[in-house]
């Protein structure tokens, strides 16, 4: 986008989200920057403020950015995403330092065993950059189909999902992503029930989907100069 962040692991860097404005293939795209976050349970500030935004946000596609030499420890979030949106593609990064260190990775494995289209990528260098952006724009446009992998869960767990998503979408009219939400109920979230309990979760997608044009078009504006 032509805008740049410092980041880093420590409180108050990239907790609210960040945007910038790119075009690509005669299109211009809105490209929001969450903050960093191993998980989407909201154990903590960032967290919830991803998890927010990919739950009621509505956004087209999800980029999951991952770390090529560590990808154990960034897959739990990558299932957590695809619960929520089939919209996504996963980002390989750092392939450069996974190369380094003799570390092989499997991105055509790894797209057929997600079911979400997976790009190796050196973001520093921009290799991969065009590849990743093409593949979102195919994602976005249905020209690259997703078939996200997702836990099929046992027969009592199905059931009570099916119980919970038509009570969950009564208290709360036109909230997307009932069945994340049922399951997080079952996973005794308090934060979560307490929100549907309260009527809290029409004015966080009100919120969350809320356009703040004059902001959106000012950074825009700045990523293009």
Not at 9 to 17: F, L
Not at 31 to 50: C, F, K, M, Q, R
Not at 203 to 209: E, F, G, H, I, N
Request: hydrophobic share 40%; aromatic share 4%; glycine share 8%.
């Amino acid at each position: 986008t032509g805008l740049r962040q410092h980041t880093g692991n420590w409180p108050g860097k990239t907790v609210t989200r960040a945007e910038g404005g790119f075009q690509f293939n005669a299109v211009r795209y809105k490209l929001v920057d969450l903050p960093g976050t191993y998980s989407l349970l909201s154990a903590s500030h960032d967290e919830e403020v991803a998890r927010d935004f990919l739950l009621f946000g509505a956004p087209d596609c999800t980029i999951v950015v991952c770390d090529a030499t560590a990808l154990e420890r960034n897959l739990n979030l990558v299932l957590q995403v695809l619960e929520v949106t089939p919209k996504a593609v996963l980002a390989v990064n750092l392939m450069d330092e996974a190369r380094r260190k003799g570390i092989e990775v499997d991105v055509r494995t790894l797209t057929r065993d997600l079911g979400v289209p997976a790009i190796p990528l050196v973001a520093r260098t921009g290799e991969g950059v065009h590849a990743l952006l093409s593949t979102v724009e195919g994602v976005i446009t249905g020209g690259v189909p997703t078939r996200p992998r997702r836990p099929e869960g046992t027969a009592e767990f199905n059931a009570a999902i099916a119980e919970l998503v038509p009570l969950i979408e009564a208290a709360a009219p036109g909230v997307p992503n009932a069945r994340w939400i049922a399951i997080r109920l079952l996973d005794g979230d308090d934060r979560v029930e307490r929100a549907l309990r309260q009527g809290e979760l029409a004015s966080l997608v009100a919120r969350q989907q809320r356009p703040d044009d004059r902001f959106s078009r000012k950074i825009a504006l700045q990523g293009a100069q």
